[in-house]
């Protein structure tokens, strides 16, 4: 296993998204993150949902996850955010020197 990641999570508008993002760069725990409108279909409660929300992709080191998790858990609105992390297993040299350049160190 590689030592960076992308952590995923969504949020439900650009508004909501934005004060995230900021944070996460800012507090050097990311070193890109990234935004993509999408649709989410999923059971809540025993409703079928379909709902417009932002995907958010947080390019970082995986030695920072904890703190990822926790910063997101303090900002996030919802009641059960998803928050997971994929494996990068592979990357260009220079793409992932740039990450470790942008990062705080844990």
């Not at 995230?20 to 725990?29: C, H, M, Y």
């Not at 989410?40 to 929300?53: N, Q």
């Not at 998803?82 to 160190?105: F, H, K, N, P, R």
């Amino acid at each position: 296993m590689g030592k960076y990641g992308i952590v995923m999570t969504t949020l439900q508008n650009e508004e909501q998204a934005q004060p995230v993002i900021e944070e996460l760069i800012k507090s050097k725990l990311a070193a890109c993150v990234q935004q993509i409108g999408i649709k989410s279909h999923y059971t809540w409660k025993g409703e079928l949902c379909r709902e417009d929300e932002i995907l958010v992709l947080i390019k970082t080191k995986k030695e920072l996850y904890p703190l990822i998790e926790k910063k997101l858990l303090e900002l996030h609105p919802y009641e059960v955010p998803e928050i997971i992390m994929l494996d990068i297993e592979q990357g260009s040299a220079t793409y992932l020197a740039w990450i470790d350049g942008e990062t705080q160190s844990e």
